[in-house]
């Protein structure tokens, strides 16, 4: 919230959580969070929005999922005002199998069609997503357009790297943001760190591996012990954002694990990454977008996420060329390429869009 201007005006809706106000044990029964658990929160987005468009007199209405009971108030706003409406969707709402439950699958392909229909412009993150829609629906592919995520530079600015807790001359690889035991898993890394351990390409108590806010810290800690590397696996809590990005700046090796059921996404952390200019080790489905973005950065070291030969050949190359003081001194040059993917740039992206559709 403190990322809002402070002459930006908040209007609170009436809204429910079913799974917090209408379940006991966090169960309730499915027709209550249909299309999810805010559905309540069409009611009151409505109304709120409705007055809002009568005192304000907006140009243009956007909303963004990936709580998709936000594209039903922006549909409903939108046909009931007759004001051209962006739907931006930070990830894809039909992907794969997901959502699973064959009722909220139907609800969502329902609105998904209405959003295709009566929205004047969709927002993807990636390319890769954009074209799948495309695909899905070509009689308004015309209307998708990219912006990708960024980073905020002001979090930048003035920021110095921080080692907190590394001893001096350790080697602090670093993961930050949460892992998927099964999308994110680290199990081929683990596998493969111990192997250059045990091959002495990498020295054991010169290396500290810390997985900073991963959600799901007691399976990734079971995992590290079962390749016997607990001392050097640590799980460490969530901090403040700027305080993460000074920990990014002090890191040597900068994790991404990204499997290939995220081929068509880049987790936002990865331009906060590229802003660091720091060394990326990329365990990633090849065929992905975030390998697609990051191989444009002479940084970068990628592999398979599944294949712990690759990912030990990964870990060799890069031990070869942190030692290189011109890799090193590169790391300036390397962060001045990221600019264009600052939240600045992107909003001039996302302006233009409205002006379009307004200028319409």
């Known amino acids: 919230m403190a990322s809002i201007p402070p002459e930006i005006r908040v209007v609170r809706a009436f809204a429910l959580d079913a799974a917090k106000h209408l379940g006991i044990k966090r169960k309730y029964p499915g027709i209550v969070a249909l299309p999810d658990r805010w559905s309540a929160w069409w009611i009151g987005g409505v109304l709120s929005g409705l007055r809002q468009i009568r005192r304000e007199k907006p140009s243009v209405i956007w909303s963004t999922y990936?709580?998709?009971?936000?594209?039903?108030?922006?549909?409903?706003?939108?046909?009931?005002?007759?004001?051209?409406?962006?739907?931006?969707?930070?990830?894809?709402?039909?992907?794969?199998?997901?959502?699973?439950?064959?009722?909220?699958?139907?609800?969502?392909?329902?609105?998904?069609?209405?959003?295709?229909?009566?929205?004047?412009?969709?927002?993807?993150?990636?390319?890769?997503?954009?074209?799948?829609?495309?695909?899905?629906?070509?009689?308004?592919?015309?209307?998708?357009?990219?912006?990708?995520?960024?980073?905020?530079?002001?979090v930048?600015?003035?920021?110095?790297?921080?080692?907190?807790?590394?001893?001096?001359?350790?080697?602090?690889?670093?993961?930050?943001?949460?892992?998927?035991?099964?999308?994110?898993?680290?199990?081929?890394?683990?596998?493969?760190?111990?192997?250059?351990?045990?091959?002495?390409?990498?020295?054991?108590?010169?290396?500290?591996?810390?997985?900073?806010?991963?959600?799901?810290?007691?399976?990734?800690?079971q995992l590290a012990a079962t390749f016997g590397l607990s001392d050097i696996v640590e799980i460490a809590p969530p901090i403040p954002y700027r305080e993460a990005i000074s920990e990014m700046l002090g890191a040597d090796l900068l994790l991404v694990f990204q499997g290939k059921?995220?081929?068509?996404?880049?987790?936002?952390?990865?331009?906060?990454?590229?802003?660091?200019?720091?060394?990326?080790?990329?365990?990633v489905d090849p065929q992905g977008d975030t390998a697609r973005i990051l191989e444009e950065f002479d940084a970068y070291i990628g592999a398979n996420i599944d294949s712990a030969v690759e990912i030990e050949h990964c870990l060799e190359l890069f031990m070869e060329r942190s030692s290189s003081f011109d890799f090193k001194s590169k790391e300036r040059a390397r962060a001045s390429t990221a600019f264009r993917f600052s939240r600045g740039s992107q909003a001039v992206e996302l302006a233009s869009c409205f002006q379009e559709l307004m200028s319409e």
């Not at 003035?158 to 670093?174: C, I, P």
């Not at 020295?203 to 991963?214: Q, V």
């Open 66 to 154: 990936p709580i998709s009971t936000a594209h039903l108030i922006g549909l409903t706003l939108s046909r009931l005002s007759g004001l051209p409406w962006v739907a931006d969707f930070r990830d894809p709402m039909i992907n794969g199998d997901y959502p699973s439950n064959p009722l909220q699958r139907r609800v969502w392909q329902w609105l998904e069609g209405q959003v295709f229909r009566y929205a004047k412009r969709c927002v993807f993150t990636t390319e890769r997503a954009a074209e799948t829609y495309r695909q899905r629906y070509p009689g308004a592919a015309e209307k998708c357009r990219v912006i990708e995520n960024g980073y905020d530079e002001e």
């Open 261 to 283: 059921q995220f081929n068509a996404q880049i987790p936002a952390k990865i331009y906060e990454y590229l802003r660091t200019g720091k060394p990326i080790l990329g365990l």
């Open 156 to 221: 930048f600015a003035g920021n110095v790297a921080k080692r907190d807790g590394v001893s001096e001359g350790q080697l602090l690889m670093l993961h930050s943001g949460i892992i998927y035991p099964r999308d994110r898993n680290p199990t081929a890394f683990f596998q493969a760190i111990a192997q250059s351990i045990n091959n002495y390409s990498i020295e054991r108590s010169r290396l500290k591996i810390r997985f900073r806010a991963p959600h799901h810290g007691d399976e990734v800690a």
